[in-house]
């Protein structure tokens, strides 16, 4: 089956109903039946709780509260590098940005422009410059951290669709990333401004951030802006920056000559948080 024809029925479901109701069970508190059901995904996705800072299902009053659990310290150092991967995850696409186009998948590219939500100035600082998109599976711990030192200068909500965002899918829906609900946070840093973005996906319940906390819901209905003053919100390599409530996917964008990829990345390569992501360019 073609992936065109894999993803269709995700053109007729009622993502957004689905995922409000998603969101709705990974908030409550249904003591065992909570319990029950945590249980039951550790063992679905083979979740490692081992490197849980709680390591103990019955600990978490709520689906939520297991799925953006905090890890023991020292289960992620960070290399001694410009940049560290800010997740884990695995590469979904890595790369040079080709003017403003941004590679997804094969036959399928989307703007820089599209996906910061239609501000042709702030996509041009990234023309020919660097992108990463990186997917985090249920599996995987949800927390977002810092690539690098940075401070907050802007914050972007983008309302959109929410289609999955997994391999199948990217390969299947033209211009997903800049298609779908995304929170775009801008940064300086020493290495010039940089993007990162958490795209929303179906039964994605929300996004946040540790200056805002929860963006969405709401979900609102146009493209909303926040600004930030310079050190007012300054965050260090390898802090935590926000989180997903359920799973999805990270874009970052860099400036022409801000960095050099580690060579040891490839598409669908597993990588963890504060691991080598690369040098300066």
């Known amino acids: 089956m ?32 909570t319990t029950a059901l945590i249980r039951w995904f550790i063992g679905k996705y083979n979740v490692n709780m081992a490197e849980a800072a709680n390591p103990d299902p019955a ?3 709520t689906f939520n509260e297991f799925f953006t659990r905090a890890l023991k310290p020292g289960a992620r150092p960070l290399a001694k590098v410009p940049f560290v991967c800010p997740v884990d995850g695995a590469i979904s696409q890595f790369g040079a940005i080709d003017k403003d186009q941004i590679f997804q998948a094969k036959g399928h590219h989307y703007s820089s422009t599209a996906l910061v939500g239609g501000d042709a ?14 997917y985090l599976s249920p599996r995987d711990y949800h927390r977002i951290h810092m690539p690098c030192d940075g401070e907050l200068r802007r914050m972007i909500y983008v309302p959109g669709d929410l289609f999955s965002v997994n391999p199948t899918t990217a390969r299947g829906v033209p211009g997903l990333f800049a298609r779908n609900e995304r929170v ?3 940064f300086d840093s020493p290495h010039g401004e940089f993007v990162l973005t958490l795209v929303g996906a179906t039964v994605v319940g929300s996004m946040a951030t540790v200056w ?7 979900r609102l209905p146009q493209v909303t802006e ?11 390599q390898g802090d935590e920056m926000g989180r997903f409530l ?30 080598e992501m690369g040098t300066q360019g």
């Open 2 to 33: 073609s992936d065109a024809l894999a993803v269709l029925p995700q053109y007729l479901l009622p993502k957004k109903a689905l995922t409000a109701f998603a969101g709705w069970v990974a908030g409550a508190r249904w003591g065992k039946a």
């Open 59 to 61: 600990a978490y009053p």
């Open 121 to 134: 100035q702030l996509a041009s600082q990234f023309d020919d410059g660097t992108f990463a998109t990186i």
């Open 184 to 186: 775009v946070c801008v």
């Open 212 to 218: 805002h906390g929860v963006v969405n819901p709401p």
């Open 226 to 236: 926040w600004h930030y003053e310079p050190s007012n919100v300054a965050l260090k």
């Open 246 to 275: 359920l799973g999805s996917t990270v874009v970052l964008l860099f400036r022409k000559d801000a960095l050099q990829f580690n060579p040891a990345w490839n598409p669908a390569k597993p990588v963890q948080l504060g691991e």
